[in-house]
């Protein structure tokens, strides 16, 4: 009777991890939208929206921990925040070389190149945990690309003026993946809201020198302007981010970095109700089949 306790505890706690997945998804998909509307640099944006975020998660971290009496406010060792750091820097860059990919490439090139996350993590898994992955994981990742080429497609050729905007774009996959390993470790002795707190900082810190060293427009000329980048904090760092280090927890991090899969799909959502960019039958069965190959993943990896 406990062991049946456990297993439905348990799975309770994957197909909530799921569901904060699915939505931290879909709320990282509006940082495009956000960047395209900002009156700010494309990579300060990416500096704002860490730095608006960082205070209101500490006040989150705070009031959650003192209502519940948890660890959070206990003494984090300097080797933690040293990860914590790591991973605020992991973020930066991969915000860094995925807006800037865009100046070089093609919005649908850049898409597809930066959510390969799942080979990435495939790699990751393998070289630093020598987690060699299942055979059984090629099918659905065959079927993930014919989805994704399906909703993004890319032209035959290779463009010459386009490899530095999709060797950057190729980049970003390796360093979120990067950043879902840190987070992934670090949720085992801390609070979501505690990671992210610091590692807004870091990242803000990042994206921010990078900004300045670019030569980026800074600050925003209109009270709509910062309103944009205060919702972009809200959406895709307090819930974006946050909801996939909560999740990171509670799943392989195969099954996590699945869901990035999922963020060409809400992309294609937001443009088509933000921008009328309607979608064709093409697309809407590459849909259809990253969904499917997504859950085929669950299935093999039993999560």
Known sequence: ???????????????GAIACAALAVSCLALGGVFVRLSEVGPIATGGFRSLIAAPMLFLLSVGVGRRRGSRSQERMPARDHAT?????LLLAIDLCLWNVSFLHTTLAESNLLANL????AAIYGWVLF????????????????????LLTPIGVH??????????????????????????????????????????SLWCAAGCLAVAIAR??????????????LVVLALTSQILGQTLMAHAMHF?????????????????????????AESLTLSQLFGV?????????AKLVLGS
């Open 251 to 275: 799943m392989s991090l195969q099954l996590g970095s699945l869901f990035a899969l999922l963020q060409p799909v809400a992309a294609a959502a937001y443009a088509y109700v933000l921008f």
């Open 158 to 199: 290779i463009d010459p003026q386009r490899l530095l905007g999709n060797a950057m774009a190729l980049a970003t996959a390796f360093f979120y993946t990067g950043f879902l390993v840190v987070a992934q470790g670090l949720r085992k002795r801390y609070p979501a809201l505690r990671i992210m707190t610091i590692l």
């Open 1 to 15: 009777m406990p062991q049946q306790l456990s297993r439905a505890v348990d799975g309770r706690a994957r197909g």
């Open 288 to 296: 259809a089949v990253l969904i499917a190959s997504i859950y085929w």
């Open 130 to 149: 020598r987690d060699v992955p299942s055979a059984r994981l090629i099918p659905p990742a065959i079927l993930a690309i014919g989805g994704l080429l």
């Open 84 to 88: 914590i750091a790591l991973g605020g």
């Open 117 to 120: 996350v799942p080979f990435a």
């Open 215 to 228: 030569g980026e427009n800074l600050l925003p000329r209109t009270a709509r302007g910062w309103l944009l």
